[in-house]
């Protein structure tokens, strides 16, 4: 992959700045001939030789969408990228952008048989890309829907899976201020069904080159846990890139373009569960918005 490809976007006047929940944040430095986020998830498609045929579903997907309204992750399961789109809108009932919007987006090149359940409250649903997709040995058979918490003293949100056989329990999401609850975030992390506590040691969960992070969310999910760092700058995302094995023709770009991403923040994250008393990290995943 050439570190300075034909389809690099420059960042604009009037762009829009947020992080994976859709949040907006002031830009970290100067933007004047910078890059947009989304350059890094069109790097992680050209890494797995996807470019032209997913960087052509996103931009459907943000010219249905509207600039900075969709947030995408890029993933490293079990050694193989992939993808996942999230779709935002905090109207929840009279939502002007749900599964129809985005299923409506993505077209011919991802059949489905879903239908939007547009009755319930989801303030967000995702979608699932990958090669398999857009070289047409798959359709889209599931979606994630999200919900929130109302009255929790704690901010946190529920994930359903959206099958054709209907819907089912798959995540449970809690935010913390990184700095004030620090230890509700340890002793959430110890809370766990896939960990044994007098095993772990909290470094190997909370990062300390992470923990500069604004939020920390920790995930109960059905196989593993999960935890995720919100607001991070290019040079930690270039040590997690790295950490983490994702493929170097990505790591390479994220560092040569680090001086033209540094107005930027990312959000980062990894599944994690225990297996005879080691811990295993089985996706890591970083974010960005169309």
């Known amino acids: 992959m050439t570190l300075t490809p034909s389809w690099l976007e420059p960042s604009a006047p009037g762009d829009r700045y947020t992080d994976f929940c859709l949040w907006d944040y002031p830009p970290a430095a100067p933007t004047a001939g910078k890059l947009r986020s989304v350059n890094l998830l069109y790097a992680s498609f050209a890494a797995a030789g ?6 052509a579903l996103c931009r459907a997907v943000q010219r249905a969408l509207g600039p900075g309204n969709t947030v995408w992750g890029v993933k490293l399961a079990d050694g193989r ?7 935002y809108d905090y109207a929840r009932q009279q939502r002007q952008r749900g599964v129809a919007e985005i299923l409506g987006a993505l077209g011919p090149a991802a059949a489905t048989k879903l239908a939007d359940p547009r009755h319930l409250p989801y303030f967000m649903c995702s979608v699932d890309l990958d090669a398999d997709l857009v070289r047409g040995r798959r359709g889209i058979d599931a979606l994630s829907l999200y919900i ?21 329990f798959r995540n449970l999401y809690y935010f913390f201020s990184t700095r004030r609850q620090r230890s509700e975030i340890e002793q959430k992390v110890l809370e766990s069904v896939h960990l044994d506590p007098t095993l772990l040691r909290m470094e190997q969960v909370l990062l300390p080159e992470l923990m500069g992070c604004e939020t920390t969310v920790v995930a109960n999910k059905r196989d593993n846990d999960a935890v995720y760092f919100t607001r991070l700058g290019i040079d930690v995302l270039v040590v997690f890139l790295r950490r983490f094995g994702f493929p170097p023709a ?7 373009h680090r001086a033209r991403l540094d107005h930027l923040r ?13 811990l295993q990290v089985p996706k890591v995943s970083f974010f960005g918005y169309l």
């Open 81 to 87: 990228l992939c993808w996942e789109l999230y779709v």
């Open 50 to 55: 996807v470019v032209e045929p997913l960087r």
């Open 148 to 168: 929130g918490t109302p009255g929790s003293s704690v901010s946190a949100g529920l994930c359903y899976e959206l099958t054709a056989a209907g819907l089912s």
């Open 250 to 256: 990505l790591t390479a770009f994220a560092e040569h």
């Open 266 to 278: 990312f959000d980062l994250a990894f599944d994690y569960r225990m297996t005879g008393g080691r």
